[in-house]
């Protein structure tokens, strides 16, 4: 069995939309019949709160605590109250077959725990190896119970722990950015605080006891996409197309060079464009599609132009990931 290709959206900037894309490039794979399965790692629950109903995103969160909760946090919890090892959750299918592992705001239990399991792992302790490795485990148990061709995580907008071990365990991670000033210089502490996360579980891995569970800490960068810039006729508003210049500009100097100074397999070449696609303003159908539980190019909120748009915008931009990460 093919192990799945584990993928992360990631930017610690907020708002510039992670969870939006993910859901949306899911579907689009699921609908080109691959397998994916949506893991909600940002205790926020935006993923969740977006593909379930309120009332069920309610009920699985007063649930998750009992041995048959179904979320990440009912995964998760033994390692936290040191009771046992991850406990195995079923996925929920949601829009379009794909697989959702439910979020939790619990899950910030887990990440206090993460600080301490990351300078334990450099102590070799086994426990804290596999609290560390505790979601990627998961994700190997779910894979081998029905399998997967993709796994994205959600997570959430800041540089902590949780997000470390998620980047670590991932193939390949995306970065979404909008254009403004504030994603320009946010680059420069991804570049950074990537390098040093690929660093640390370098040393970890290097001291390692041989049977501890490891995360693969080689996030390859695929790509980054611009997001939800506003559109004149058929251009970007100038404003905008300034700010993505500088942004293509700092893709390639605090991203991609600087994790190739580190290992030239973790970013593409410069001669490689990494634009992955572009996902314009598209307000009122985004809104329609959060409400309704639906790819957005499903969605009741815009005229059947704008949706065949939308559509096109994410079948590419899955084409893409998929043409990028089977290149690597
Ligand atoms: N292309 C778009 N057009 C219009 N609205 C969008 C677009 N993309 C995202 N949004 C809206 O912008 C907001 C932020 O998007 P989203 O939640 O996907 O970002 P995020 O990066 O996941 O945020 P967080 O950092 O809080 O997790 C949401 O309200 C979403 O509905
Ligand atoms: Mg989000």
Known sequence: MRAPVRITLFNHKGGVGKTTLTANIAFALAEMGRSVLLVDSDPQCNLTAYLLPDEDVDELLNQSSGSDGQTIWTAVSPVVHNTGPGRLVEPIAVEGGVKLLPGDIRLFEFEELLYDSWTDSLKRRLGALRATASISTLVSQIHRQSPLDYVFYDTGPNIGPLNR????????????????????????????????????????????????????????????????????????????????????????????????????????????????????????????????????????????????????????????????????
Not at 176 to 185: E, G, M, T
Not at 282 to 296: H, S
């Open 165 to 328: 071990v998620l980047l670590l365990d991932s193939d390949f991670f995306v970065v979404p950015v909008a254009c403004d000033l504030y994603s320009v210089r946010a680059l420069a502490t991804l570049g950074q605080a990537l390098s040093k996360w690929i660093f640390d579980a370098e040393t970890i891995a290097a001291v390692a006891p041989a049977d501890a569970e490891l995360l693969r800490s080689l996030p390859v960068f695929l790509g980054y996409i611009p997001q939800r810039f506003k559109v004149y006729g058929r251009s970007m508003a100038a404003e905008e197309r300034i700010y993505l210049r500088q942004i293509e500009d700092r893709i390639h100097t605090d991203i991609s060079k600087v994790l190739r100074e580190f290992n030239d397999k973790l970013a593409p070449a410069r001669s490689v464009d990494p634009k992955l696609g572009r996902f314009e303003d598209m307000f009122p159908l985004v809104l329609a599609a959060q409400r309704e539980g639906v790819a957005i190019w499903k969605s009741s909120g815009g005229t059947s132009n704008l949706c065949a748009k939308a559509h096109r915008t994410f079948r590419s931009i899955a084409r893409r990931i998929e043409r990028a990460a089977q290149a690597c």
